[in-house]
């Protein structure tokens, strides 16, 4: 079964408005969580990197105001993105390394669509 | 710096047909070598892993084996099925480092 669970799958909201998608790692604690945006028929490209009790690492070009990222919890992680514009519109998938091996666990992923 | 290379897509194969995908890398050091796999409308899944050279990965018919001398990881299956339409991601990681993926390379199986 799944390991990493994010919620919600999908989710349409309008301009300006900010939405949070949560990332859950359901059976083990994951001291990191990797933010991933994909594009249509694209690569992953890493966001950020969630650090339980701390701030996030940020990958260049990223913008931290925009993408606010909070791990609260070795179980948790959130990513919220903060008056969503429709270029925002995308695929945001997060990651957790159970093991620290680089074999990553992925969620499900969450479609956002900005109007 | 680390980096994954995939050969070009979108690949197109007949069902029963054989698959390569090819993956080149390079890195400092050791790395642990992935294939990830995409299916439509999901999130990614490890397929196959191997973390050393000479190391052989295999599952659900794919194989993918660690060529040191060639840096090069490349994804085989000996008979596809419309069943393995998805994103294929190569990737990486070393022991000081984040996994890099490679661009991905997309597989439509016909029947």
């Known amino acids: 079964g799944a390991v990493v669970s994010q919620h919600p799958s999908w989710v349409i909201c309008k301009s300006g408005t900010s939405v949070k998608i949560e990332c859950r790692s359901l059976?083990?604690?994951?001291?990191?969580m990797f933010w991933y945006r994909q594009f249509p028929k694209q690569s992953l490209m890493l966001m950020a990197t969630?650090?339980?009790?701390?701030?996030?690492?940020?990958e260049q070009g990223v913008e931290k105001d925009k993408f606010l990222i909070n791990h609260a919890s070795l179980t948790l992680s959130t990513l919220t993105v903060t008056s969503a514009h429709p270029e925002d519109s995308s695929f945001y998938i997060c990651?957790?390394?159970?093991?620290?091996?680089?074999?990553?666990?992925f969620g499900e992923g969450s479609r956002l669509t900005v109007l | 710096g680390n980096s994954v290379t995939q050969m070009e897509g979108p690949v197109t194969l007949s069902e029963e047909a054989f698959l390569t995908i090819n993956c080149t890398y390079t890195?400092?050091?050791?790395?642990?070598l992935f294939w990830y796999v995409q299916y439509p409308g999901e999130g990614l899944q490890l397929l196959l892993k191997?973390?050393?050279?000479?190391d052989k990965g295999s599952n659900k018919g794919f194989e993918a084996t660690y060529r040191k001398e060639t840096t090069s990881f490349h994804l085989e299956k000996g008979s596809v099925q419309v069943s393995d339409s998805a994103v294929y991601f190569c990737?990486?990681?070393?022991?000081?480092?984040?996994?890099?993926f490679g661009p991905g390379t997309s597989l439509s199986v016909i029947p």
């Open positions: 191997a973390t050393k050279a000479d």
């Open positions: 990651s957790a390394d159970r093991s620290n091996t680089g074999e990553l666990f």
């Open positions: 890195a400092t050091g050791y790395p642990s």
């Open positions: 990737a990486l990681k070393t022991s000081y480092d984040k996994v890099i």
């Open positions: 969630s650090n339980e009790g701390s701030k996030a690492t940020y």
């Open positions: 059976d083990f604690q994951a001291t990191t």
